[in-house]
């Protein structure tokens, strides 16, 4: 009877020891994961004609080094919109122009173009992870009163881009609030998926087969948006890793070009294929689709070289 007894004991000890033990890590890990700053990343806000768009007038500091701006317009940028700067640059694109949490903001591709020029020029960038062109176009009729007849546009394209917009994927790739769990937020987003293989939580803007209805809107939008200067800057194609190995063997790595380069052709835009780069390499590539650091700053070379080509 006595041992029966001491075993209880001995078990309802065990079980107060777990509880506590399991309480104490995970109050441990949650205050680890907010004292390093993995809980401050952007919000964005549901839009029912750009899909979804980071939270104007934010910034914070991702993992306590890694800082990141919007402005009131939603750029990407520390710098809030001033018009009456000329001449008015953009920068268009998805998360390689953005640059997201693994880069503080002065090893982002804006930044960079504009410290690897001479004129010190600004660089207005226009960019969320996972957009197509088809969000890009959203933002740019939203903002056409204030963005109306720039002067110069960098429009990066990547294949499949005007095949459809790229809708919110949800509170574990682009959050619309803070998190009461920053660990198990942290948890869900960033370890789980690697434990399974998940591919969910990704910020890839989806890809297709493109529309004549799209490539004609594209035409449009430059046509009323970037049509003040007489060199009005240029589209630049930017592969993945898989379509640069294509590229490097002869074959052709973007099947919309003709297309593309119609469109440039017609609106005085020039074509910048990333691909015929010799120094873009693989090795650039962080994921098989975003650059590295040292890849950023390649690509930022690229970009300001051909800014400088049109006197810029």
Known sequence: MVT??????????????????????????EVMTRIFGYSDFPLYDISDDIGYIPRPS????????????????????????????SPKIFLIGNSIVMGGNPFPQREKLGPLIERGMVSGRIIWPIATGGWTQLNQFAYLKANAEKINSADYVMWEYMSGALNRKTEWKGEYVFPTQRVMCAFCYLFRRYILPRILILNENNELPVSGL???????????IINTVFSRNTHRGFIWLYPTAHELTIARSGREWLPERKEIEAVATKEGLRIVDVAKFPQWDTHLYSDGVHPTNEGNEQLAKILATEMMKDGL
């Open 4 to 29: 029966r007894v001491a075993v209880a004991i001995l078990r309802k000890k065990a079980i107060v020891v777990l509880v506590i033990s399991v309480a104490t890590m995970s109050v441990a890990a």
């Open 58 to 85: 934010q910034n914070g500091f991702f993992q306590r080094k890694n800082d990141w701006y919007f402005n009131a317009m939603s750029m990407p940028t520390a710098r809030e919109w001033q018009p009456d700067i």
């Open 210 to 220: 493109i529309t004549r209805e799209h490539v004609i809107e594209f035409e449009n």
